[in-house]
């Protein structure tokens, strides 16, 4: 249950979000400090000289990194003027007035972005649960997370859309190709990116075209989109049913897919993914979620998952005899990657 009211927000500059005066060397830094303005809002509006403890693992976990980072992204804050430090606690001061130091170039900055962007905290939260969900069976690449949110955050502010709240759908004037020199990010990393915003509900990606959308407003029966969209759209979970023709038939008879290689129980086992070899886009990969039995992966399991999503079917740990183990959440999603 949400303890929160779904109105509570805060303003954050997007020229401080998207750092850009390259002050931060951590791209975690500006979203260490709006969770931490989340949490102190109150203290910056109505006691500015309060101080607080910083909950460092509840933030590590929170984006889904290591304490160690989440302290870098501390004492740049501190050294940005951001945190004051006394003692063990800590005094956060807004953006607006750290920002006041580049006043001479932000005039061209106010021309280029928004003057804020709202960030509810249970829409955003649900945001990042919904991003962590795609992209931590991927691995080590936990840092595309943050990359995730900084896409999507720059496409809505680019095409204002953040500021019309009653358009379900905008076009953005970026491309792939602008977004890849704006913001720095490999072309294959991007179409992922784009991939898990667009599965989870706040995009559309045709050719040639990004659509930004309002997940309040936004219905898929009144809108439509081309087919080619869905084809050309390179994400971490896509796979046509005819890439995956049943070849292999278990002990106990049943039909195998050619792409089902096993299973990666992730966070506290109460979500298990398939791992699959998606043929469009030649490699393993993994999608259709699972209820997991709730209990923690063990070393091992984490040992079979890893050498699975390495080595494909040639890892001695394939084993097509576990095929069915898990209910899907999501049936239909679940069948166009295990059935033909």
């Not at 030649?282 to 259709?288: L, M, N, Y």
């Not at 095929?323 to 990657?337: A, Q, V």
Request: charged share 25%; with cysteine; glycine share 4%.
């Amino acid at each position: 249950m949400k303890q929160i009211k779904d109105t509570y927000y805060i303003k954050i500059k997007p020229e401080f979000l998207f750092d850009e005066f390259e002050v931060f060397t951590s791209a975690y830094t500006p979203w260490v400090y709006l969770a931490l303005k989340f949490k102190y809002k109150y203290y910056l509006e109505k006691a500015p000289h309060k101080t607080f403890t910083v909950d460092v693992k509840t933030l590590a976990d929170y984006y889904v990194t290591t304490p160690a980072t989440i302290y870098e992204a501390l004492n740049e804050l501190e050294t940005a003027g951001l945190l004051i430090k006394k003692q063990r606690k800590y005094q956060l001061v807004d953006e607006s007035i750290y920002l006041t130091k580049f006043q001479k170039v932000d005039i061209e900055a106010a021309t280029k972005y928004t003057q804020f962007i709202l960030f509810y905290q249970n829409a955003f939260d649900d945001m990042l649960s919904l991003i962590k969900r795609e992209i931590l069976p991927i691995g080590k690449y936990k840092i595309l997370i943050i990359k995730c949110l900084i896409v999507y955050y720059y496409l809505i502010v680019s095409n204002r859309h953040c500021l019309l709240k009653k358009e379900p759908l905008l076009e953005s004037s970026l491309t792939q190709t602008s977004l890849e020199r704006t913001l720095g990010i490999d072309h294959k990393v991007l179409k992922v990116l784009l991939g898990v915003l667009s599965y989870t509900g706040y995009i559309k990606v045709e050719p040639g075209k990004i659509f930004t959308l309002n997940k309040k407003i936004y219905d898929p029966e009144k809108h439509w989109f081309t087919k080619e969209e869905n084809d050309s759209l390179m994400t971490t979970n896509e796979l046509s049913p005819k890439e995956i023709i049943d070849t292999n038939v278990n002990d106990s008879g049943d039909s195998v897919p050619r792409s089902f290689i096993g299973y990666n129980k992730i966070l506290d086992g109460k979500m298990i993914c398939v791992i699959y070899y998606n043929d469009k886009l030649k490699k393993i990969t993994v999608g259709g979620w699972c209820t997991g039995d709730g209990v923690s992966p063990t070393s091992e399991e984490s040992t079979i998952s890893t050498d699975l999503l390495v080595k494909g079917k040639t890892s001695k740990y394939y084993d097509p005899n576990i095929f069915g183990k898990y209910k899907p959440e999501n049936e239909s999603y679940y069948n166009t990657i295990i059935a033909a």
